[in-house]
């Protein structure tokens, strides 16, 4: 099945509103025409104004990098799904790593944010990864079915229809430390098997499972070419037009 290759910028927790615009200026020049591949940007929360106002129209997507599992409540210093939506982002990355290691976010937040962002018309772009000595432990596999067990409990097909998956194994994201491109190939393969098993056929083989550690302009083709790997979330890379715009090009090609 033909998958609509998707690279999707993580900005983290970089690029302020006016930086964020600066770069959003040179996104629109170099890919409003594009189309033969989705591109998202996920700025920090508080640059998504100027990025969906400077991408309107252009059919850049924007994302939010995360979102709180309940629509509205006492839950201070945190953005839910809803908010998130009205700033006019089409998209959220749940589950993120540096989001699991450093705020203690589980497969079961992980879940209730997935249901809290396809209540409010968000696409999630979820993300799994095994830790470094889970892979020398030989448990990468089992450890990344673990996750996707817990983070889409309770959902239908018509649920992970809408959603993207993004394998990110930690030992590989802002280390410069990428996974070979039959790594990655591997797991892509044993997460579309795994949820073959659970998911019907179509719904499985329309998902778009992106690669995500360390992705450069050198590596981004390799890791792109192969079968099971539909795009990439880019972080590092992403910051700068003249290395996020080949890796975007890489995907391009691959389609
Ligand atoms: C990421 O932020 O999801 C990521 C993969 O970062 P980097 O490309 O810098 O490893």
């Not at 994302?63 to 006019?88: D, I, K, L, W, Y």
């Not at 249901?115 to 968000?122: G, M, Q, S, V």
């Not at 990864?129 to 018509?158: D, I, N, P, T």
Request: aromatic share 6%.
């Amino acid at each position: 099945m033909a998958r609509r290759p998707f690279v999707v910028g993580n900005w983290k927790m970089n690029l302020g509103p006016g930086e964020a615009d600066t770069l959003a200026i040179a996104l629109k020049r170099a890919l409003w025409d594009r189309q033969a591949v989705d591109v998202s940007v996920a700025p920090p929360y508080l640059s998504i104004p100027e990025v969906v106002n400077r991408l309107r129209a252009t059919g850049i997507g924007v994302a939010a990098q995360n979102c709180h599992g309940q629509p509205a409540g006492a839950f201070t210093g945190e953005v839910s799904a809803p908010m998130v939506r009205a700033a006019g982002c089409t998209q959220v990355l749940i589950g993120h790593s540096e989001r699991r290691q450093y705020f203690g976010e589980t497969d079961e937040s992980v879940n209730l944010k997935i249901r809290a962002a396809l209540d409010a018309d968000l696409e999630p772009i979820v993300c799994v990864g095994e830790a470094l000595f889970v892979r020398e432990a030989g448990k990468a596999v089992a450890v990344v079915e673990q996750q996707l067990e817990g983070a889409l409990s309770g959902l239908g097909s018509e649920a992970l229809e809408r959603c993207t998956l993004a394998y990110e194994p930690v030992w590989a994201i802002g280390t410069g430390r990428t996974a070979s491109p039959e790594q990655a190939e591997d797991m892509h393969r044993a997460i579309r098997t795994w949820l073959s098993g659970r998911f019907p056929k179509a719904a499985v083989g329309a998902l778009r499972i992106l690669y995500g550690g360390s992705v450069t302009p050198a590596n981004a083709a390799l890791l792109l070419a192969q079968p099971d790997i539909d795009g990439a979330l880019v972080g590092g890379a992403s910051l700068k037009i003249e290395t996020f715009l080949p890796i975007v090009e890489a995907a391009t090609t691959r389609s």
